[in-house]
């Protein structure tokens, strides 16, 4: 069983920039995929990014290329989200989620219980 907890959420001005990280307790963190979603209010929850286990591959939606970046510290057993250049459009709860060693953007198994980033205009 892997818990997640997700701290760094915020209110922020357009334009402003804002780190999330995600810590993984109780699994194998270094032989996992990791990737963070967001929901914004009455919408879906979407996929923004994922890394491979090893940090060496990396994929965005297209909304956040350029602007946000995924990381991760295996020896802390921490994910980051990197984000720049924020806009109203961003808001949304984000969630971290681990999948298998497998990089997939889409079967995710474990789920923290989400930040909430506001972006005002």
């Known amino acids: 069983q892997v818990q997640l907890v997700e701290s760094g959420g915020g209110l922020v001005q357009a334009g402003g920039s804002l780190r999330l990280s995600c810590a993984a307790s109780?699994?194998?963190?270094?032989?996992?995929?990791m990737g963070w979603f967001r929901q914004a209010p009455g919408k879906e929850r979407k996929f923004v990014a994922a890394?491979?286990?090893?940090?060496?591959?990396?994929r965005y939606t297209d909304s956040v290329k350029g602007r946000f970046t995924i990381s991760r510290d295996n020896a802390k057993n921490t994910v980051y989200l990197q984000m720049n250049s924020l806009k109203p459009e961003d808001t949304a709860v984000y969630y971290c989620?681990?999948?298998?060693?497998?990089?997939?953007?889409?079967?995710?198994?474990?789920w923290g219980q989400g930040t909430q980033v506001t972006v005002s205009s």
């Open positions: 890394i491979s286990f090893s940090g060496s591959s990396t």
């Open positions: 109780g699994g194998t963190f270094s032989s996992r995929c």
């Open positions: 989620a681990a999948a298998g060693r497998l990089f997939t953007t889409t079967s995710y198994e474990y």
